[in-house]
């Protein structure tokens, strides 16, 4: 073999070397698309993309829906699941919110919300897990999102996680003229009223 075709055939394992090292590094991210256009009325909260991050460091679920500059917005409700354990049924967490109220961490063990282990309390005071919740929630700009640092007893340091986002909307409060009260929610879910996504591994 000639020094042209040896440094090529350097070259090239050099080039797969860095792709497989740099392999790792990606899979604890995942970004899913959902339909869009899909819900029946204005579509404020229209769920259009959903990224998961499961790092050693923390878990975060970003939802995207199309920015609006309402003041104070939509009417409605959103919820983040959050699964951590593949063997046991249901999901481990729960962040939710009635629209420009308090956001609200509750565990969750078997399919029923624990409110007395509430990590984010209406009256401001914080819980030792609720000191690992960073949350911005930025309609403007077109997204929401949690972010939760690793801590034994809180969310703990899960290998795979996965998520269910779901938004209601009631109405809606333009900034000039009156509130409009929809007939019926408007509903979106990711990637459905019954399933979670795929599992995003560290």
Do not use: H
């Not at 003041?71 to 951590?84: A, I, K, N």
């Amino acid at each position: 073999m000639n020094r042209t075709r040896i440094r090529s055939a350097v070259a090239i394992l050099v080039a797969l070397g860095l792709v497989l090292t740099a392999s790792p590094s990606v899979a604890d991210s995942r970004t899913f698309k959902d339909p869009t256009g899909d819900t029946r009325a204005a579509g404020l909260l229209d769920i259009g993309r959903v990224t998961v991050k499961n790092t050693k460091k923390y878990v975060s679920v970003k939802f995207a829906f199309p920015a609006n500059n309402f003041v104070p917005g939509p009417d409605g409700y959103l919820e983040v699941l959050l699964d951590t354990d593949a063997k046991a049924r249901g999901p481990e967490l729960s962040w939710s919110a009635p629209l420009f109220s308090e956001f609200s961490i509750v565990p969750v063990r078997r399919g029923k919300k624990l409110f007395k282990k509430e990590w984010l309390r209406m009256d401001g005071t914080q819980t030792r897990c609720g000191r690992t919740v960073r949350i911005d929630w930025n309609p403007p700009k077109g997204y929401g999102r949690l972010k939760l640092f690793k801590k034994a007893g809180c969310v703990g340091s899960p290998s795979r996680v996965r998520v269910q986002v779901r938004t209601v909307v009631t109405g809606e409060r333009p900034t000039y003229g009156s509130p409009v009260r929809y007939s019926r929610p408007e509903r979106d879910f990711f990637p459905s009223a019954s399933r979670y996504s795929a599992w995003v591994r560290r």
